[in-house]
T-cell receptor, first 117, second 112 residues
């Protein structure tokens, strides 16, 4: 069974601070995909990144970076120099590369990030 | 391209009423999904479809039905609305398992 745990529920930082959002996952499959989605106050879900289980390289995109470690089943997300516009709920999600129901995204409960000016 | 569109954006239903949430995608995606999001929770899968004419249950299918007569459309039907179905409903699509799923803007449904 797939499971995604986001132990942090709410994080509050002051603008320009760095913040790391944690994600731990469980799966029996050897081939899987990990995702981060952002849900701003307007409610839509915005795709941020996808990682497949064979690619453990860290990725940086502007102020965002992701650290994927299979050894600890973690896929953490860091925002450098946070901005007020980063305030949102962030979801980590897992998908197994199988046809059928396991192609669904299994979501964590989300982390509410508040960035104060 | 419009991507994934959902209608309506908001709806209030009385207990026992029925309604259909519409979802359309113009990306020629095979896979389509319906999720619901309850406050403080992640999204949970209601139903999914791997292509026209093929649908199957997800984690929380009770009280819902779906159909997939075309690649583009994947409507979700609530037959006898109950307060437990108060939620935000998201439709999503992807080309195949693995690639990112593209989400619609959501439908906020309240059942009173």
């Amino acid at each position: 069974a797939q499971k995604v745990t986001q132990a942090q529920t709410e994080i509050s930082v002051v603008e320009k601070e760095d913040v790391t959002l944690d994600c731990v996952y469980e799966t029996r499959d050897t081939t899987y995909y990990l995702f981060w989605y952002k849900q701003p106050p307007s409610g839509e879900l915005v795709f941020l990144i996808r990682r497949n289980s064979f690619d453990e390289q860290n990725e940086i995109s502007g102020r965002y970076s992701w650290n994927f470690q299979k050894s600890t089943s973690s896929f953490n997300f860091t925002i450098t120099a946070s901005q007020v516009v980063d305030s949102a709920v962030y979801f980590c999600a897992l998908s197994e590369a199988n046809y059928g129901a396991n192609s669904k995204l299994t979501f964590g409960k989300g982390i509410t990030l508040s960035v104060r000016p | 391209n419009a991507g994934v569109t959902q209608t309506p954006k908001f709806r209030i239903l009385k207990i026992g009423q029925s309604m259909t949430l519409q979802c359309t995608q113009d990306m020629n995606h095979n896979y389509m999904y319906w999720y619901r999001q309850d406050p403080g929770m992640g999204l949970k899968l209601i139903y999914y479809s791997v292509g026209a004419g093929i649908t199957d249950k997800g984690e929380v299918p009770n009280g819902y039905n779906v159909s997939r007569s075309t690649t583009e459309d994947f409507p979700l039907r609530l037959e006898l609305a109950a307060p437990s179905q108060t939620s935000v409903y998201f439709c999503a699509s992807s080309y195949s398992p693995g690639p990112e799923q593209y989400f619609g803007p959501g439908t906020r449904l309240t059942v009173t």
